[in-house]
């Protein structure tokens, strides 16, 4: 029988044709853009603090840091970011009155110790995109905020909620009519709901010192010649916002360092040890040192008998250490 096998001419054979040849190669994934911030804060401790925490996530960048409204605003229109973390109180030009200036160049996220509601309502009505307390959110918190004012979407945290809800409740402004009826009081009355009892009324809100009402006109146009000129009206003295107020106690007496002063009025606001550690980015020893040299310098046993006479609640507040 003849031998089937066929022979090899010795030229090499072609590859099998493969089934995906004729699909378009696909590009390599381009890496996301960074999100870009600029953090002003007058403590250097705090900006470095959140510096680090913001530049630990793969996303985010710190292009820039600035001490004051003006370094805020040079650092944004050099760099363009994508979100400005702000402080209300710093020096020379502060953070309510850089606002206007800056949410025109990116969104701004209020970021500061501040919590009176004539400070939180003005910062909304002058641009910002959402309102931090410190001590009242945590590290993912604040970077979930970061990342979602870029995209347009609010953050407040408690206190700032607080008065955002107080303005809306005391506005007497008559309102747009409301669809299908919604609202009416006969709608009411027919289920058997009295209208002679009286509405709960929330209490009153300190009325913005007066001045602090920005003008009706827009602002005039950006410039760092225009920015300096800026009144600083939350740099002014405290007596101007508690008028009509008991006095503050005199703390000067108690001889505390700057750092002592405001880990004491943490304490008194009722922080424990980790959430002060968390809002200075600070560790809770030092917090410990901090309050045992605290203790000592206003002759207190208890956190309870330190804020009272931090705060001139104490029997011997105005007659001197006891």
Known sequence: MPDQTPHSTGAPQPPPHHPFADLPFPRPAQPARRLRVVVADDNP????????????????????????G??????????????????VR???????????????????VMLTYSRESEIVQEALRRGAGGYLVHGEFTADQLVDAVRDIKEGRAHFTPTAAGALLAQLRQDRSPAAPLPEGLGQT??????????????????????????????TASPPPTSPEN?????????QSSSEWTSGRPAAPDRSR???????????????????????????????????????????KLHSTSRSEAAAKWIGTAPDTHRGLG
């Open 254 to 296: 108690f001889q505390l360092s700057t750092r002592e002063a405001e880990i004491m009025d943490l304490i008194a606001s009722g922080m424990n040890n980790q959430q002060i550690a968390a809002t200075c980015f600070i560790s809770e020893k030092t917090v410990k040192n901090h309050i045992n040299r605290i203790f000592a």
């Open 186 to 215: 006969s709608s009411a009355t027919a289920y058997g709901i009295s209208t002679s009892a009286q509405p709960y009324t929330q209490p009153q809100q300190a009325a913005p010192r007066a001045g602090f009402n920005p003008p």
């Open 70 to 87: 003006r370094q805020a605003y040079e650092a944004a229109h050099q760099h363009r970011p994508d979100v400005v973390l702000l402080d």
């Open 45 to 68: 401790v705090v900006r470095a603090g959140l510096t680090a925490l913001l530049s630990g996530r793969p996303d985010i960048e710190v292009v820039a840091e600035a001490a004051d």
């Open 227 to 235: 920015l300096s000129q800026v009144q600083p009206y939350v740099g």
């Open 90 to 108: 710093m020096p020379g030009v502060d953070g309510i009155s850089a606002l206007p200036y800056l949410v025109r160049i990116a969104p701004v």
